[in-house]
Nanobody, 124 residues
Framework: EVQLVESGGGLVQAGGSLTLSCAAS????????IGWFRQAPGKEREGVSS????????YYPDSVKGRFTISSDNAKNTVYLQMNSLKPEDTAVYYC?????????????????WGQGTQVTVSS
């Protein structure tokens, strides 16, 4: 059974940093791409980062580029999302998801497995 468990969310002041973790099990970790997505109240879910297993590319939308960094520790079956210079508009529930194709773009439709989410709140 595929399982994805996020952790590391919390309350932080604007300008601060958080590192989210996504612990994965139930599949061959280095074959499935992993993406991070977020959903703020009243808004649609959006992709914030992903890492491809096909070509090791990473993807970021302009809204987080230069502030967020995704990384993978294959020995721990864990993907991290380092978030720096956080802004109040980064407040959302953050989800990690797994894409069996391995391509790992920011298109949600490619992701078959999702974690339960972790809340990130950035105060101004």
């Amino acid at each position: 059974e595929v399982q994805l468990v996020e952790s590391g969310g919390g309350l932080v002041q604007a300008g601060g940093s958080l590192t989210l973790s996504c612990a994965a099990s139930g599949f061959t970790f280095d074959e499935y791409a992993i993406g991070w997505f977020r959903q703020a109240p009243g808004k649609e879910r959006e992709g914030v980062s992903s890492i491809s297993r096909r070509d090791s590319r990473t993807y970021y939308p302009d809204s987080v580029k230069g502030r967020f960094t995704i990384s993978s520790d294959n020995a721990k079956n864990t993907v991290y999302l380092q978030m720096n210079s956080l802004k109040p508009e980064d407040t959302a529930v953050y989800y990690c998801a797994a894409d069996p194709t391995g391509w790992g773009t920011l298109f949600q439709i490619d992701y078959d497995y999702w974690g339960q989410g972790t809340q990130v709140t950035v105060s101004s």
